[in-house]
């Protein structure tokens, strides 16, 4: 058993853990056969819940609530995190039931789903949570049935004293229990004690989700709710001059029409803040179709927007230049970079000595186009404004930085806003930036009336907040027995750099450099799933594969080599990588694809592995190219992301990795035509489609001890690199650039 270093008073431990006090009724044993929640809705019976901690409610049923505190887009953290507090509370997770948590700071931990780091985050704290209102209705029991703590056990949602037979439910023992001091020195199980932990549990909202009940921000409503939408530039370089709604206006159902300025010129930007167009039409109506008809009506004059800064977290200014951009220009401008020197970001030994002198030099540049997130939902968003407070419903990773912005866009204390954490239709870090809330708040405003804003579908395409555009060149170099004696990454983007110079190759060659380099853009980037980490996982590792080949060397036994040196003798004192950890995927998907078994020596195979996140994972792909086509057969995934919490969910994430980076390899590209996107919907932005989905996905985790240290990127880098190595060997040609079948 493992102790935390804990001495709570309850003020404290809300303040640290998160969890609020309160009294909570339990009574009465769970009922047999059907859920008991289900047995009082059949009798029609309001459950009475009563809090004993912000994340725990129970009735006197002995029905026990466990709130997820964070937002839920589909990685299922509404089951796993649920189950990190059912774990060490000792219940039946089958009978549990789970609810989304609203947004509120005071009362739960982190409420941000991003990162990776949902389960990493909250692994001690939800546990701790668990365990202390555990040890609280233990305490409880004791006191009423005068017997000593350690002669009680718990099971299943029920306290049993072993002496004299007696067991009754947590609920016999709430409101004594709550009255209770949180305990000191919580006691956490050791790994080895979990019983919920680590099996498959299916997702808590499937029969929801299954039976179409309202779930999503879309499927939101109240009386007298109004419908907005907005008018924005139509490129990126472009601002509003004037417009004419005289038109609109005169469509029935058509409330108001008004321009609204998002963030004030002098605002300082928070984190995941973006001015992608700051002044836009708001457009508000009784139904969609009157507002997107009104929104075809409107006589609208645009102007080219002069270059600005924009006053940034730290207070550093960012320059968001003038003009119109294009994504031919983009690629000139990269090249031209890339023949300047970068900055460098590390440098061990002396790598231009090193290249001056070498046998042999191989050189490659990689690209990668600007990439939209395509979520299945439109963005959308409830408000409603009134007086100083503002209600929403939304679907948004990270409340609270919005929050922050909101109240001070707003002039309203942050308390006043409340957010009601709605299920999105997809993330991938496109809902970590909040703008359409803040966009929202200010048409109810206005308005003075509760409003849904929607985006069409051509709204988020053409809208920013995209994959940036890379470009990526690596150099090795040799001795004349072909030995790698130096390596040179050198990488930048608009309006970023994708290089991750500590990361490996670094640490196991004794020469090294690597330089990055960035050119400012009007066009909005942001997180996009393992943000940088996409498109630097598919440059390194190919280049890595043609590397081994030059060699003569097996890719997995090249990349091995290498990561043995890592492990003994490493280079520098950065690396941000545990070679022991990346070893341990790249044998376990060596052994489980059978990589280099005669059985498998006509199989064209790809190999890639990457480090993200926190956790390591590596795949094996098997395809085919067939009139033109690319046909994915098999998918072997290897991962260590420590403690898998459900293996369900995990392996969920694992297959909806491989797909969308199958998908986004081959056939993700947004372009731009004078600061316009050239695809604006599905019909010109061309995704994965089901038939095109790998046949099989065999998803494999490294046993681990290690605290759980993330899974939603983590698998979705690697499968880049392994696609191109794959398409080598089925068409004996590189590819440096994505989308490698653009056209298919």
């Known amino acids: 058993m493992k102790k935390t270093n804990a001495a709570y008073t309850r003020r404290s431990f809300l303040k640290v853990s998160s969890l609020s006090g309160g009294g909570f009724m339990l009574g009465i044993s769970w009922f047999a056969s059907a859920k008991p929640l289900e047995k009082l809705e059949a009798l029609q019976v309001e459950p009475t819940w009563q809090e004993l901690t912000s994340y725990i409610k129970i009735t006197p049923e002995n029905l026990i609530k466990i709130y997820s505190p964070n937002p839920e887009f589909g990685q299922n953290v509404m089951t796993s995190l649920p189950m990190l507090i059912a774990e060490e509370l000792d219940v039946d997770f089958s009978k549990v039931v789970v609810e989304q948590a609203t947004y509120n700071p005071a009362l739960f931990n982190r409420q941000f789903t991003g990162g990776s780091q949902s389960i990493r985050s909250a692994w001690r704290i939800l546990r701790t949570a668990g365990a202390s209102a555990r040890q609280m209705i233990l305490t409880a029991a004791s006191q009423a049935w005068n017997v000593p703590v350690s002669e009680l056990s718990t099971s299943q949602g029920q306290v049993k004293h072993t002496g004299s037979g007696k067991s009754a439910s947590y609920g016999s023992f709430a409101t004594a229990a709550s009255t209770l001091p949180v305990p000191k020195g919580i006691v956490l199980k050791a790994n080895k004690g979990f019983t919920l932990l680590g099996t498959p549990q299916k997702n808590v909202e499937g029969n929801k989700i299954v039976h179409g009940k309202p779930l999503f921000g879309m499927d939101y409503r109240v009386p007298g709710m109004l419908i907005a939408m907005t008018e924005r530039p139509p490129a990126f370089g472009m601002r509003l001059k004037s417009f004419d709604a005289t038109a609109a206006k005169k469509i029935p159902g058509i409330v108001d029409v008004f321009p609204i300025q998002v963030y004030e010129p002098t605002q300082k930007l928070a984190m995941f803040d973006t001015r992608s167009f700051n002044e836009v039409i708001a457009v508000v109506g009784k139904t969609t179709w009157d507002v997107m008809n009104a929104r075809k009506a409107l006589k609208v004059v645009w102007e080219n927007a002069p270059e600005t800064k924009d006053l940034g977290m730290g207070g550093r200014d960012t320059i968001v230049p003038a003009g119109l951009e294009s994504t031919k220009k983009h690629y000139a401008q990269m090249l031209d970079m890339d023949k300047k020197p970068g900055r460098v970001e590390r440098k061990d030994g002396e790598p231009e000595k090193a290249f001056e002198t070498a046998k042999h030099i191989i050189e490659r540049t990689y690209t990668a186009p600007f990439l939209a997130h395509n979520i299945m939902e439109p963005t959308n968003t409830f408000a409603h404004v009134q007086g100083n407070k503002v209600k929403f419903v939304a679907p948004i990773q990270g409340p609270d930085f919005i929050a922050s912005t909101i109240a001070t866009r707003l002039g309203i204390p942050k308390e006043n806003i409340e957010i009601e954490l709605a299920r999105m239709g997809g993330g991938f870090g496109r809902r970590a930036y909040g703008h359409y809330m803040v966009e929202a708040a200010l048409i109810s405003k206005q308005a003075n009336a509760p409003i849904k804003l929607i985006y069409k579908r051509e709204d988020d395409v053409s809208g920013g907040i995209y994959r940036p555009t890379y470009q990526l060149t690596y150099r090795a170099a040799f001795d004349e027995n072909k030995r790698l004696i130096a390596f040179h990454a050198k ?40 943000p940088r980490s996409n498109f630097n996982a598919a440059a390194e590792q190919s280049f890595l594969d043609e590397v081994a080949e030059f060699m003569g060397k097996d890719p997995i036994a090249f990349r091995l080599e290498l990561l043995q040196r890592a492990k003994e003798n490493p280079v520098g004192k950065n690396n941000d990588y545990d070679a022991a950890r990346y070893i341990g995927v790249l044998e376990l998907v060596r052994d489980k694809s059978g990589w280099g078994k005669p059985e498998h020596a006509g199989k064209k195979r790809g190999l890639s592995a990457y480090f993200c996140h926190n956790s390591y994972a590596a795949q094996v792909i098997d395809l085919r190219v067939k009139d033109g086509k690319v046909l994915v057969d098999q998918v072997t995934s290897a991962i260590d992301c420590g403690v898998v919490v459900n293996p369900e969910g995990a392996k969920n994430m694992a297959e909806g990795a491989a797909i969308d980076g199958i998908g986004n390899a081959l056939f993700g590209k947004l372009s731009l035509t004078e600061g316009q996107t050239d695809q604006k919907n599905f019909d010109t932005y061309r995704m994965i489609r089901h038939n095109e989905a790998p046949k099989k996905i065999d998803v494999h985790f490294v046993a681990s001890e290690t605290d759980p240290t993330g899974l939603g990127e983590p698998p979705f880098p690697p499968i880049f690199g392994a696609v191109a190595n794959a398409l080598y060997q089925a068409t004996g040609k590189r590819f440096y650039n994505q989308p490698f079948f653009p056209n298919s």
């Open 491 to 530: 990488g930048g983007g608009i309006p970023e750099s994708p290089l991750h110079a500590n990361r490996f190759p670094a640490g196991a060659i004794d020469n090294y450099l690597a330089e990055s380099w960035s050119i400012p853009s009007n066009i909005t980037i942001g997180a996009f799933r393992a």
